[in-house]
């Protein structure tokens, strides 16, 4: 079976490695354009196109699908199946409907559920305690079609969203292996979502990821966690960008929220509710990452100080 894979960045990247070394025929991969990438801005490939090239397949790289040039691609490539990984691209519906076998897309939550961008990093966000990986098949509308299979899996308290997606993208290439060889032997099964249970959420920006100390520690928590490691939760003080890479839910307080309530061996800040948070580590503006008891010995914050005042 001809397999066009289409993906773009390292948790896409996980799928292809295995349809590779399981032997798929892979007749070509669609990633995203290259894009400048560290201080100096350098023209970089995504991590899909660089696998794909380390291993003999073609690559293209359409900026979109609306001149046509990329679905002639398609159809010279002649795939049966279309596979796509977290590619970042709609795809119109004479390419959906091209592939004899259709094509089928690896989303990470548990559809309806988080349809849309960054469903890993909401679902950390909101608080959730699972989530998963969802085989579906594509038709027009965004994370909508007949779900083929789901596999679910617990989130950890102190989980991050990077330790998250990697965990996920490996249970979605094992479950897109699962479903292309029930796809092939035609037992694959096809369940119509529930609409009305549909969830959306929107891609991250970093504006996001400033922490809002009026809410709960346990919301805050997930903040941090769900942003790590980008954008990265941040708060200003003295006027400068402070990351938090970890916190932890502390206790409670009668103190405003965003008063610095510990400034010793420990950064305690009050939240809403009557709760407060412990700012474990940071990457302070201009500075290396550090415990934030290192942050303190070189910069006073004193005790009654109120983040965002």
């Given at each position: 079976m001809k397999i066009l894979f289409m993906g773009t960045p390292d948790y896409a990247a996980v799928t292809l490695d295995r349809l590779i070394k399981a032997g798929h025929n892979?007749?070509?991969v669609f990633a995203q354009p290259d894009k400048p990438f560290g201080r100096k801005r350098v023209l970089t490939p995504p991590p899909v196109k660089q696998l794909a090239q380390e291993n003999g397949i073609s690559?293209?790289?359409?900026?979109?699908?609306?001149?046509?040039s990329a679905f002639e691609i398609i159809k010279e490539l002649a795939p049966e199946l279309i596979v796509v990984v977290a590619y970042g691209k709609i795809l119109p519906r004479e390419v959906l409907d091209f592939p004899r076998l259709g094509c089928i897309n690896a989303h990470a939550s548990l559809l309806p559920k988080y349809r849309g961008a960054a469903p890993i990093q909401w679902a950390i966000i909101n608080g959730e305690e699972k989530t998963g990986v969802t085989i579906q098949y594509m038709d027009s509308g965004i994370d909508t079609g007949d779900i083929?299979?789901?596999?679910?899996?617990?989130?950890?308290?102190?989980?991050t969203a990077e330790e998250l997606f990697e965990r996920l993208s490996l249970i979605s290439a094992d479950l897109t292996l699962k479903v292309i060889d029930d796809i092939?032997?035609?037992?694959?099964?096809?369940?119509?979502?529930?609409?009305?249970?549909a969830t959306h959420v929107a891609i991250i920006k970093k504006e996001m990821a400033q922490i809002?100390?009026?809410k709960t520690a346990s919301e805050v928590h997930n903040a941090v966690r769900g942003f790590y490691s980008w954008p990265c939760a941040f708060f200003f003080l003295n006027g400068k960008r402070i990351k938090v890479t970890k916190a932890k839910v502390y206790g409670s307080t009668n103190e405003k929220s965003g008063t610095v309530?510990?400034?010793?061996?420990?950064?305690?800040?009050?939240?809403?509710?009557g709760t407060a948070i412990e700012i474990v580590s940071v990457i302070p503006e201009g500075a290396k990452p550090m415990s934030a008891a290192s942050m303190l010995k070189g910069n006073s914050v004193?005790?009654?100080?109120v983040i965002g005042e």
């Open positions: 892979i007749c070509g690559v293209y790289q359409p900026e979109s699908f609306k001149d046509g083929i299979e789901a596999v679910e899996t617990k989130i950890g308290a102190d989980e092939t032997e035609g037992k694959a099964s096809r369940t119509p979502q529930n609409h009305k249970e809002d100390f009026s309530i510990d400034n010793t061996d420990k950064f305690i800040i009050a939240c809403g509710n004193p005790i009654g100080t």
